[in-house]
C-alpha cells in the first residue's frame, strides 16, 4: 500500500472520534466505539485517598517528551454548570458521589481519566451571604483588551474532562447524565445532573497531528490545509515549553480556607487564519509568534521541536523596541514573557490551552492555572503590547504585534480549583457541610 493509503485510515479515525466527542451523547458514543470497539481501560484505585489532594495535580499523571515538555491528553471536554437548586447537603453528596465514580471508574492518567471541577465567583455570590476571602484572588471576569467584546461565563461551575481515549470521555459523560448504571464495571454513585444542569458543553483536542486531521472545511483555517502535520495547535508551532511554565508548587494556594486548591482563568478564543498562512512567510510567522530574534538567528526549525524544553524567550524580552524599530514587528511569545515572571525569577502561569473545532470553527480553549487570577491579567495585559505602537508607526494595536491580529476572545471566564476534599460545592470560608 502506497504512503497516501496508509495514512487515509489513521486521519478517518481521527475525524470520527474528534467528532464523535464534539457531539456528545449516545450518537458519539455509538459512532465512537464503532471505531475503538470500547478497549479495556484501568480502573482507579478503591482507596480513593490515595489520590493527589490538588484537583489540579495532572502533570505526573500525563506523557513527557523526550525533553520533558508535558503532552496534554489528546481529548478534552468542558462541561459549564449551573445548580438547578441551593447547594445543600443532599446536593453536595450528589456531586461527590459522581464525581467519586469518575475517580474510581478510571485510572487518574492520560491514558484513563483526568478531571477537575471549578466554581466561578458568581456561584459564590448567588448561593451564599459570606464572602470569599479578601486575599484570593478570585474577581469577576472582565474585559482585558481595549479591542475584545467576550461574553463572560458565570456559570456555577465547570467540570473539566480530558483523556487520550475519546470514549472514555463519552460514558464519562453518560454516567455523569444518568444514562449509565456502570461506568468501565463500576457502579454509579449518583448522577451529576440530578444536582445540576449542563448549560454550555466545549469540546477539544491537542497533540501533533490533530490539528491537521481536521483543518479540512474549519471556517477559520484556509482551504488549501496549511496546519502542519507536526504541529499540535493551528498556528503551526509547539508552545508550553517546561521552562516557560509555572510549576504546580507555584500556582498553588498555600493558604486560607482553599490552600491546596488554585485559581483558574479559561478563555475561548476564535482563529482567523488566512492571513497568518496566507501573507506570511515562515520567518515572518516565527517573528509573530517568539520573537524577530527567532526568525533572524533561526532558532526555530519547523514546529519548534528543536526548541526542546526552552523556547529561548526571555533572552529576547528586553529587545522589545529595538525589534519593533528594526523588523517593524514584535513577538506575542516576547510580549507576554514581560510579565510571567516574578521577582525572583519563577514563572507565574501553567498554562493547558488546546484546539477546538466546535460549531466547525477554528477556536483554542485556553485554560490557565495561578495563584492569583490578577496574574493572569497582566500577562495578558503585557501581551496587548499597547505601548509597542508608540516606538514606530509599523506596529498597529493589532497588526505586526505579535499574534493579535488573528485571534478573537469570545468568552472569558474566572475559577476556583478547589482542593479534592472541597470540591463539592464549598462555601466561601472553605466548608462542605452535610458531607
Not at 455509538?30 to 480502573?43: I, K, N, Q
Not at 521577582?343 to 495561578?370: I, K, T
Amino acid at each position: 500500500m502506497d504512503r497516501k493509503g496508509s495514512e487515509e485510515p489513521s486521519a478517518r479515525r481521527r475525524d470520527v472520534l474528534r467528532a464523535a466527542v464534539a457531539v456528545g451523547g449516545a450518537a458519539g458514543l455509538s459512532a465512537c466505539l464503532g471505531y475503538t470497539g470500547g478497549a479495556a481501560v484501568e480502573t482507579g484505585p478503591e482507596d480513593l485517598s490515595t489520590l493527589p489532594a490538588r484537583q489540579h495535580a495532572w502533570n505526573d499523571r500525563v506523557r513527557n517528551d523526550e525533553y520533558g515538555n508535558t503532552e496534554l491528553p489528546s481529548h478534552q471536554t468542558l462541561l459549564y454548570l449551573d445548580l438547578r437548586d441551593g447547594p445543600d447537603a443532599d446536593a453536595r453528596s450528589t456531586v461527590e458521589a459522581a464525581l467519586r465514580t469518575l475517580d474510581r471508574a478510571y485510572v487518574r492518567s492520560h491514558e484513563g481519566l483526568l478531571h477537575s471541577i471549578a466554581y466561578s465567583p458568581a456561584y459564590f455570590d448567588r448561593h451564599y451571604d459570606e464572602s470569599l476571602p479578601e486575599d484570593l484572588g478570585l474577581p469577576e471576569p472582565r474585559r482585558l483588551s481595549p479591542f475584545e467584546e467576550p461574553e463572560f461565563d458565570t456559570q456555577d461551575a465547570l467540570l473539566h474532562l480530558a483523556s487520550d481515549s475519546p470514549d472514555v470521555l463519552l460514558r464519562a459523560e453518560a454516567a455523569l447524565s444518568g444514562e449509565r448504571s456502570t461506568l468501565n464495571g463500576v457502579d454509579v454513585g449518583a448522577a451529576l445532573t440530578d444536582a445540576v444542569e449542563v448549560a454550555d458543553r466545549r469540546t477539544g483536542f491537542v497533540g501533533a497531528g490533530i490539528p491537521a486531521a481536521k483543518q479540512s472545511g474549519l471556517e477559520g483555517v484556509p482551504a488549501d490545509g496549511p496546519v502542519p502535520e507536526a504541529s499540535p495547535l493551528f498556528m503551526g508551532f509547539k508552545a508550553g515549553f517546561a521552562a516557560n511554565q509555572a510549576s504546580e508548587d507555584y500556582v498553588t494556594l498555600d493558604g486560607g480556607p482553599f490552600a491546596g486548591g488554585t485559581t483558574k482563568h479559561v478563555a475561548n478564543i476564535r482563529q482567523r487564519l488566512a492571513d497568518w498562512y496566507g501573507e506570511q512567510s515562515f520567518d515572518e510567522r516565527v517573528m509573530e509568534m517568539f520573537s524577530p530574534a527567532h526568525a533572524e538567528r533561526g532558532l526555530v526549525e519547523g514546529v519548534g521541536e528543536n526548541l526542546g524544553a526552552d523556547s529561548g524567550i526571555d533572552e529576547f524580552v528586553g529587545d522589545i523596541e529595538a525589534h519593533a524599530r528594526e523588523f517593524g514587528r514584535v513577538g506575542h511569545a516576547q510580549k507576554a514573557a514581560r510579565a510571567n515572571r516574578d521577582a525572583e525569577g519563577n514563572v507565574r502561569l501553567l498554562r493547558r490551552h488546546f484546539e477546538s473545532a466546535d460549531d466547525n470553527v477554528a477556536s483554542l480553549h485556553f485554560p490557565s492555572l495561578q495563584r492569583d487570577i490578577a496574574d493572569f491579567e497582566a500577562v495578558r495585559e503585557a501581551m496587548n503590547g499597547s505601548d509597542v505602537p508608540a516606538m514606530t508607526p509599523a506596529v498597529r494595536q493589532r497588526v505586526n504585534n505579535g499574534i493579535l491580529e488573528y485571534i478573537f476572545v469570545k468568552h472569558r471566564g474566572n475559577w476556583l480549583v478547589p482542593p479534592r476534599s472541597l470540591r463539592a460545592l464549598p462555601t466561601p470560608t472553605g466548608g462542605t457541610p452535610g458531607l
